[in-house]
Nanobody
Framework: QVEVKETGGGLAQAGGSLTLSCVVSGGRFREYAWGWFRRAPGKEREFVAA????????VYADSVKGRFTISRDNAKSTVYLQMNDLKPEDTAVYLC?????????????WGQGTQVTVAS
């Protein structure tokens, strides 16, 4: 059974940076592509970024492209999300999950997520 634990959220000022981590247990980390998603108050969950087995093939939502960087460390079974130039609209609970398909559909191994709040 895959389990995920997201950490690294907090309060940041607009223009600031945060780095999120997603530690995965239960094995099989290397088998999956991994994605970050976010859920803002009153909004549907949305895709943020994903990284496949080859670390140099990440994909991003248009809203974060050029500001966020996803990476993975297979030795540590951890996925990272480096977030720079944060904006108030980035405020959300951030969650990670393994993903499948060309649309980066999430599986259903959701954790609690980590709250990111960006003050203007």
């Amino acid at each position: 059974q895959v389990e995920v634990k997201e950490t690294g959220g907090g309060l940041a000022q607009a223009g600031g940076s945060l780095t999120l981590s997603c530690v995965v247990s239960g094995g099989r980390f290397r088998e999956y592509a991994w994605g970050w998603f976010r859920r803002a108050p009153g909004k549907e969950r949305e895709f943020v970024a994903a990284v496949k087995w080859e670390p140099d093939l990440p994909v991003y939502a248009d809203s974060v492209k050029g500001r966020f960087t996803i990476s993975r460390d297979n030795a540590k079974s951890t996925v990272y999300l480096q977030m720079n130039d944060l904006k108030p609209e980035d405020t959300a609970v951030y969650l990670c999950n393994p993903v499948w398909g060309n649309d980066y559909n999430p599986y259903n191994y959701w954790g609690q997520g980590t709250q990111v709040t960006v003050a203007s």
